[in-house]
């Protein structure tokens, strides 16, 4: 016999009481997270500080424990000519969503570049609705038609609750034998949905005690809301009728704007929106829309608005049309529910993000209403364009696998993997790791590490400093390590990929054509082949090296070196040219001149591991591309290629059949190919100084002066002399030591220059258009000048 299940309330364990139950103090606070450490057995660090005063909290939240942290960016200035928004604003925006910050921030360039955006509030109202239930549908459609003619006192009653809110309408809407009515509301400055909520409670007191004397119509049933209200839901109710602000913006975009901004045209945009209609028809959609809801859930997020009202007020009716060549855009938002006062605009921070918007406090609510819309507006042209132009796939792109990956985490990084390691580059058989401690970030990652930041959140990559503590043959110690977790060449190839499809035009339709020509392919493997390869000339130069680690079925690619210390100078120093002493240049020409020396003539040992390897006849296939992005370096960055520059660069791409077969030509070598004080430092030993040269991921098969050529760029001034120059590859030319002349020599790193203004350059200028590159416009004008240097040198021999 089995036992039957017993029901009823759970005697043995009672429910547990929380601690510190509505108080609002930091002991509570504290009290409160200590039981959920226990309960949970999570150790929580991250909320063992709090940064808000536990007593501004009550009538915002119950049973505070902590804080979650939502970056703020910044997305404008956008010019408003509106009815309440005018002149330049600039929108807080609160999210973790990457690129949302810098398409609303595309869009309003575009909107004001233009002439601006339009905006007019159209209505103000919020809803409560109440249900009162009848014996039979005769005394239902009495009492609807009774409280029609009771405006005049439910208004009295509403007024006894709020000051803010006014009752413009009384709606009954009869089913069946229940009637739903609908108090419809102008509530000023607030949001409105709690004060509403109360008013219409003391209204409803009194109809049920007026209900209750006449005979017949006393309900048989009541409630305060029964879902007709919508309230943080979508209805088609409410997009026709209003709860919250009813607000709209517009504005008129030239081609000429659209096309340097947006990288579209009139003609593609609406296109597409015509398109966008008939699908979102199909699919059900309410209204017509993009993404205005990312720009209202990031300014509700900021400034305290209720978030679960982004629900109703997302909802957006987004239209585009061509007129004489330029483009028309009008978004409405029928439902946008905010608030300027009361619940958490109360905040600090929220509400100084209210103050950057000059819609703090009492009077301002129509501003920020019209100043929402506007920024949604931003970014629906924003992210149509994208899309018209070909980029909004490119940005999204994602890595196809055909299987699950059991990527490597933080927890494999650790005692397991560096004990052989450190074993066998400490000579210590049976050394062992017995702890593993995560250190701050070191500064001064890659660019490749900084573009594939957001490729793949799931995986652990970067650069990631540790200590190890070790035992071994009776004592111990520890080491400070840099892992170095590699990303994929594909997933650095997307990223790329990406940003040159924000560029849009030529750059955007060809780059996807030669994105794996363009030097990131094998990046993943090719260092730890630099790390594993055993010539004394390249290890001396390398950081010192505790193993590697590869595991192609995890996409596990990783370096263990030395944590660089006090003792090595210039570390990250691409922004600070002025350190390098002459002294110091001639350490790093002599250290890497040691391992082009090493690895001279030995072209078809390199190219086994260094493929793929660029070729002349591929380099002048390309040339549509370099052209595109010297048109885009020139267009959007004049202050980097000056006219007479890129008049020198636009010749330079022309002539490439001719000059990169010379380059195949002559002596190639190992070249890191990344040569710069982004990736070099000094370590001193005494008074003598050596080179230490590390992110080889983009080493290559080149000409010696390809490294050359790509220092003097970065370190010496844009008014470098003939002489500085010809000194600093005379050295380089003796420490390699292969006894090519000096007129060869020199015309060998002309060539390198010229490769390295194309093919690195015109790279860096297309990154430079989505993140800044400080030393970008330095390193631009020493190019220019080290290639009239050698224009000059060329001519007169």
């Given at each position: 016999m089995?036992a039957?299940?017993?029901?009823?309330?759970?005697?043995?364990?009672?429910?547990?009481t929380?601690?510190?139950?509505?108080?609002?103090?930091?002991?509570?606070?504290?009290?409160?997270?200590?039981w959920?450490?226990?309960?949970?057995?999570?150790?929580l660090?991250?909320?063992?500080?709090?940064?808000?005063?536990?007593?501004?909290?009550?009538?915002?939240?119950?049973n505070?424990v902590g804080?979650?942290?939502?970056?703020v960016?910044?997305?404008?200035?956008?010019?408003?000519?509106?009815?309440?928004?005018?002149g330049?604003?600039?929108?807080?925006?609160?999210?973790?969503?990457?690129?949302l910050?810098?398409?609303?921030?595309?869009?309003?360039?575009a909107?004001?570049?233009?002439?601006?955006?339009?905006?007019?509030?159209?209505?103000?109202?919020m809803?409560?609705?109440?249900?009162?239930?009848?014996a039979?549908?005769?005394a239902?459609?009495?009492?609807?038609?009774?409280?029609?003619?009771?405006?005049?006192?439910?208004?009295?009653?509403v007024?006894e609750?709020?000051?803010?809110?006014?009752?413009?309408?009384?709606?009954?809407?009869?089913?069946?034998?229940?009637?739903?009515?609908?108090?419809v509301?102008?509530?000023?400055?607030a949001?409105g949905?709690?004060?509403?909520?109360a008013?219409?409670?003391?209204?409803?007191?009194?109809?049920?005690?007026?209900l209750?004397?006449?005979?017949?119509?006393?309900?048989?049933?009541?409630?305060?809301?029964?879902?007709l209200?919508g309230?943080?839901?979508?209805?088609?109710?409410n997009?026709?009728?209003?709860?919250g602000?009813?607000?709209a913006a517009?504005?008129?975009?030239d081609?000429?704007?659209?096309?340097?901004?947006?990288?579209s045209?009139?003609?593609?945009?609406?296109?597409?929106?015509?398109?966008?209609?008939?699908?979102?028809?199909q699919?059900?959609?309410?209204?017509h829309?993009i993404?205005?809801?990312?720009?209202i859930?990031?300014?509700?997020v900021?400034?305290?608005?209720?978030i679960?009202?982004?629900?109703?007020?997302?909802t957006?009716?987004?239209?585009?049309?061509v007129?004489?060549?330029?483009?028309?855009?009008?978004?409405?938002?029928?439902s946008?529910?905010?608030?300027?006062?009361?619940g958490?605009?109360r905040?600090v921070?929220?509400?100084d993000?209210l103050?950057?918007?000059?819609?703090r406090?009492?009077?301002?609510a129509?501003r920020?209403?019209?100043?929402?819309?506007g920024?949604?507006?931003a970014?629906n042209?924003?992210?149509?364009?994208?899309?018209?132009?070909?980029q909004?796939?490119?940005?999204?792109?994602?890595l196809?696998r055909?299987r699950?990956?059991?990527?490597?985490?933080?927890?494999?990084?650790?005692?397991?993997?560096?004990?052989p390691?450190l074993?066998r580059?400490?000579?210590?058989p049976?050394?062992?790791?017995?702890?593993v401690?995560w250190?701050d970030?070191?500064?001064?990652?890659?660019?490749i590490?900084?573009?594939?930041?957001?490729?793949e959140?799931?995986k652990?990559?970067?650069i990631?400093?540790v200590r190890?503590?070790w035992?071994?043959?009776?004592?111990?110690?520890?080491?400070d390590?840099?892992?170095?977790?590699?990303?994929?060449?594909q997933?650095v190839?997307?990223?790329?990929?990406?940003l040159?499809?924000?560029?849009?035009?030529r750059?955007?339709?060809l780059?996807?054509?030669?994105?794996?020509?363009?030097?990131?392919?094998?990046l993943?493997t090719r260092?730890?082949?630099?790390?594993?390869?055993?010539?004394?000339?390249l290890?001396?130069?390398l950081?010192?090296a505790?193993?590697?680690h590869?595991?192609?079925?995890?996409e596990?690619?990783?370096i263990?070196?030395e944590?660089l210390?006090?003792?090595?100078?210039?570390?990250?120093?691409a922004?600070?040219?002025?350190?390098?002493?002459?002294?110091?240049l001639?350490?790093a020409v002599r250290?890497?001149?040691?391992v082009?020396?090493?690895?001279?003539?030995?072209d078809?040992?390199?190219r086994?591991?260094l493929a793929?390897?660029q070729?002349?006849?591929?380099?002048t296939?390309?040339?549509?591309?370099?052209?595109?992005?010297?048109?885009?370096?020139?267009?959007?960055?004049?202050?980097?290629?000056?006219?007479?520059?890129?008049?020198?660069?636009g010749?330079?791409?022309?002539?490439?059949?001719q000059?990169?077969?010379?380059l195949e030509?002559?002596?190639?070598?190992?070249?890191?190919?990344?040569f710069?004080?982004?990736?070099?430092?000094?370590?001193?030993?005494?008074s003598a100084?050596?080179?230490?040269?590390y992110?080889?991921?983009?080493a290559?098969?080149?000409?010696?002066?390809?490294?050359?050529a790509e220092?003097?760029a970065?370190?010496?001034?844009?008014?470098?002399?003939e002489s500085?120059?010809?000194a600093l590859?005379?050295?380089?030319?003796?420490a390699?030591?292969h006894g090519?002349?000096?007129?060869?020599?020199?015309?060998?790193?002309?060539?390198?220059l010229w490769?390295?203004?194309?093919?690195?350059l015109l790279?860096?200028?297309?990154?430079?258009t989505?993140?800044?590159l400080?030393?970008?416009?330095?390193?631009?004008?020493?190019?220019?000048r080290?290639?009239?240097i050698?224009?000059?040198?060329?001519?007169?021999?």
């Amino acid at each position: 016999m089995t036992a039957e299940p017993q029901a009823g309330p759970l005697r043995e364990t009672p429910y547990p009481t929380l601690p510190g139950r509505g108080q609002y103090t930091e002991r509570a606070r504290r009290d409160l997270l200590a039981w959920l450490r226990t309960t949970t057995k999570a150790a929580l660090p991250a909320l063992e500080h709090s940064t808000i005063d536990p007593r501004t909290l009550p009538g915002n939240l119950e049973n505070y424990v902590g804080v979650v942290e939502v970056p703020v960016g910044l997305a404008g200035p956008l010019l408003f000519t509106g009815r309440h928004a005018q002149g330049m604003v600039t929108a807080p925006l609160a999210t973790t969503e990457g690129a949302l910050v810098a398409s609303v921030a595309r869009g309003a360039k575009a909107i004001t570049l233009a002439g601006g955006v339009t905006s007019q509030v159209i209505s103000q109202r919020m809803t409560r609705a109440p249900v009162f239930e009848f014996a039979g549908l005769g005394a239902a459609a009495e009492f609807a038609r009774w409280i029609v003619t009771r405006k005049a006192d439910l208004d009295r009653r509403v007024a006894e609750v709020s000051a803010h809110s006014r009752l413009t309408a009384v709606d009954p809407v009869q089913l069946g034998r229940a009637v739903h009515v609908r108090f419809v509301y102008e509530t000023a400055d607030a949001g409105g949905q709690n004060m509403t909520t109360a008013a219409t409670w003391r209204a409803c007191q009194w109809i049920n005690d007026r209900l209750a004397v006449m005979p017949g119509l006393a309900p048989t049933w009541f409630a305060i809301e029964a879902n007709l209200s919508g309230d943080k839901k979508f209805t088609h109710l409410n997009m026709i009728s209003g709860r919250g602000t009813r607000v709209a913006a517009e504005c008129v975009l030239d081609r000429e704007t659209l096309r340097r901004v947006l990288k579209s045209t009139p003609e593609a945009v609406d296109r597409l929106y015509r398109h966008s209609v008939l699908a979102g028809q199909q699919a059900g959609m309410a209204g017509h829309d993009i993404d205005a809801a990312n720009v209202i859930a990031a300014i509700f997020v900021a400034t305290g608005q209720d978030i679960a009202s982004v629900y109703e007020s997302g909802t957006g009716l987004f239209s585009v049309d061509v007129s004489e060549g330029d483009l028309r855009a009008t978004l409405v938002l029928p439902s946008l529910v905010t608030g300027v006062v009361g619940g958490g605009t109360r905040l600090v921070r929220q509400s100084d993000y209210l103050d950057v918007l000059g819609c703090r406090g009492e009077g301002h609510a129509a501003r920020f209403a019209e100043i929402i819309c506007g920024f949604a507006l931003a970014l629906n042209l924003s992210t149509m364009a994208a899309v018209a132009g070909g980029q909004f796939a490119d940005a999204h792109e994602r890595l196809g696998r055909s299987r699950r990956v059991n990527w490597l985490g933080r927890d494999d990084l650790g005692a397991p993997m560096l004990s052989p390691m450190l074993a066998r580059a400490l000579e210590a058989p049976g050394l062992e790791v017995t702890d593993v401690v995560w250190l701050d970030q070191d500064p001064g990652s890659s660019l490749i590490t900084e573009l594939t930041s957001r490729s793949e959140r799931r995986k652990v990559t970067g650069i990631l400093p540790v200590r190890a503590a070790w035992k071994w043959d009776g004592g111990d110690g520890e080491t400070d390590l840099v892992l170095k977790v590699k990303p994929l060449d594909q997933e650095v190839v997307i990223e790329a990929a990406k940003l040159a499809s924000l560029c849009g035009g030529r750059v955007a339709d060809l780059y996807p054509r030669w994105r794996d020509w363009t030097g990131f392919t094998g990046l993943h493997t090719r260092e730890l082949a630099v790390y594993r390869h055993p010539e004394p000339a390249l290890r001396a130069v390398l950081p010192r090296a505790y193993g590697v680690h590869e595991d192609a079925g995890r996409e596990a690619y990783v370096i263990a070196m030395e944590r660089l210390g006090p003792d090595v100078l210039h570390l990250d120093s691409a922004d600070h040219p002025e350190r390098w002493r002459p002294a110091d240049l001639k350490a790093a020409v002599r250290g890497i001149a040691a391992v082009h020396a090493a690895f001279l003539g030995r072209d078809d040992e390199l190219r086994t591991w260094l493929a793929p390897v660029q070729s002349a006849e591929r380099m002048t296939s390309m040339r549509e591309l370099w052209s595109a992005l010297l048109e885009h370096a020139a267009s959007e960055h004049p202050e980097l290629l000056p006219a007479a520059g890129a008049d020198r660069l636009g010749r330079i791409i022309e002539e490439i059949p001719q000059w990169w077969r010379r380059l195949e030509q002559l002596p190639r070598t190992l070249v890191h190919h990344d040569f710069n004080p982004r990736n070099l430092a000094l370590r001193r030993t005494g008074s003598a100084l050596s080179l230490v040269a590390y992110d080889w991921e983009l080493a290559t098969l080149h000409v010696p002066q390809r490294d050359l050529a790509e220092l003097l760029a970065f370190v010496l001034p844009p008014d470098a002399g003939e002489s500085q120059v010809t000194a600093l590859l005379d050295l380089h030319r003796e420490a390699v030591g292969h006894g090519q002349e000096r007129r060869v020599w020199r015309e060998g790193h002309r060539l390198a220059l010229w490769d390295f203004a194309v093919t690195r350059l015109l790279l860096y200028a297309m990154v430079h258009t989505q993140r800044e590159l400080p030393f970008l416009p330095r390193v631009a004008a020493t190019t220019l000048r080290l290639i009239a240097i050698e224009d000059a040198a060329a001519e007169h021999p």
